[in-house]
């Protein structure tokens, strides 16, 4: 198993994270426990912020939080120099609590609701994302009533396919997301703006897709976009700013996978955009990206407690954990892979090939599907590691479990950063009315 950060065995032989023995966490957090290695979090913000914003100056990167947001996530983001991508009220809300520059954060979204967008006019925030005609007309109406001039780029989808999974890819024509690039919707909504006095146009956004192992779909990617701010500026005389390129860098989930470095795709997107500029003589505009996956996932690690174990002779060995589907839904939703290891045996020889499943009610609540571990007993404390994107963000209370707490850890020192639903909390929401008691 590839270890990732901070991720050692130490002499107890046991795994250890952020200076942490996992077994000493799971006993004072219990388990489910999410453990975050803040240095390789860190290590992660600066890696981009050196491989674009030192490297090329006129950059930016802003953290996708979708990925994994709470506000002490907002504060290393904000420490480590990043902006911010939010997608939603309470990604907004957490972020505004948490004290995160409200210029500084980028608001997405396909179907941004009349009260997000108040909510984020009222905030200030830097840049809104516009996605479609709706919402176009729908924030122009309120930028003008409340006599602001916001500053927008306009989300497109310029057709690009990436190979990556059906669900989370985005470029493609067929998509929900953006305006279409191909078939003129695109420069209707750049006219549209250039009409609209609440409104000022600052640049273009695309989102290829995720979890992408390939450098190329973004240099076609930063092409197909620089040859529309030549058609822009030919067409209606505007100046496109910023140029907003999404997310996706992949990470190393499993032994195999095999992203390239971070620079590489700093390298071809910038290359990409440079040539582009000087090709059709257009100024180089701030070129944005928005990793979420490459900045938190492998800074994230879910430890469980083995409980019971089912061996069927001949076909299988079940190793039952005490989580599964509702704090990592995305074996069962995308076929993803994950390695483990057992925490309190990390020195010990693989023995035996086992599957993990989680606890919930169903056949396809599994984690891993054949993994080689040491002899599994009940007890055990087994790690996933590389669950820190879409991994908490993605949970749910199926079954009605709580959702784990999860630990920021660095130099020995574990501190929690989310608390564990108890039963109480899962009856926080619900009402019993008058007539049934
Ligand atoms: N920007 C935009 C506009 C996006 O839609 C996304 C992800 C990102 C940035 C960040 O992408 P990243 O760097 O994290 O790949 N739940 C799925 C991933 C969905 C991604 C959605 N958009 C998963 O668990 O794999």
């Known amino acids: 198993m590839e270890f990732h950060g901070t991720m050692r065995v130490n002499l107890r032989g046991h795994l250890e994270i952020g200076g942490c023995d996992v077994v000493d966490l799971a006993r004072e957090f219990g388990t489910p426990l999410h453990i975050f290695d803040e240095d390789l979090l860190r290590q992660n913000c600066r890696r981009f912020h050196q491989a674009f914003v030192h490297k090329y100056g006129n950059a930016e990167v802003i953290y996708a939080g979708k990925a994994f947001l709470t506000v002490a996530v907002c504060r290393i983001i904000q420490q480590e120099g990043l902006g911010l991508d939010v997608v939603s009220g309470g990604e907004l809300y957490t972020a505004l609590k948490a004290g995160f520059p409200p210029d500084r954060i980028y608001f997405h979204g396909n179907n941004k609701s009349y009260a997000e967008l108040i909510m984020a006019l009222e905030a200030g925030v830097g840049r809104i994302v516009v996605d479609n005609f709706f919402e176009l007309e729908v924030l122009a109406r309120l930028a003008e009533e409340r006599g602001q001039k916001v500053p927008v780029l ?163 060995k079940y190793v039952a954990v005490d989580g599964g589907m509702a704090d990592n839904i995305r074996p069962a939703l995308y076929g993803a892979r994950y390695e483990a290891i057992l925490a309190n045996k990390a020195a010990a020889e693989a023995t035996e090939v086992v599957s993990i499943t989680g606890k919930c009610c169903e056949s396809g609540d599994m984690l891993i599907w054949d993994v080689a571990l040491p002899e599994v007993e009940p007890g055990d404390i087994l790690l996933t590691p590389c669950t820190g994107a879409y991994g908490y963000a993605m949970a749910s209370n199926y079954n009605r479990l709580g959702r784990p707490a999860a630990v920021l850890v660095r130099e020995g020192q574990a501190d929690l950063i989310i608390k564990r639903e108890t039963y109480e909390d899962l009856l926080r929401y619900d009402v019993l009315p008058a007539r049934l008691k």
Request: proline share 6%; aromatic share 6%; net charge negative.
């Open 154 to 316: 306009l989300r497109l989808t310029p057709g690009i396919e990436a190979h990556t999974h059906e669900y989370i890819r985005t470029g493609q024509i067929d998509s929900k997301f953006g305006f279409t690039l191909p078939n003129g919707q695109a420069i209707a909504a750049v006219k549209k703006v250039k009409e609209m006095p609440g409104l000022e146009y600052k640049g273009l956004h695309c989102h290829i897709g995720s979890q992408i192992f390939d450098v190329e779909p973004y240099r076609h990617a930063a092409e197909v976009m620089m040859a529309f701010i030549e058609e822009i500026r030919n067409t209606t005389g505007l100046i496109t700013e910023e140029l907003d390129l999404g997310g996706g860098f992949g990470i190393v989930y499993v032994e195999g996978d095999n992203p390239p470095p971070i620079e590489a795709y700093a390298e071809a997107i910038m290359a990409g955009v440079c040539g582009e500029a000087e090709r059709r003589g257009l100024k180089v505009p701030k070129v944005i990206v928005e990793p979420g996956r490459a900045i938190v996932g492998t800074a994230g690690s879910t430890a469980y407690t083995v409980g019971s174990i089912k061996e069927i002779p001949g076909v299988r």
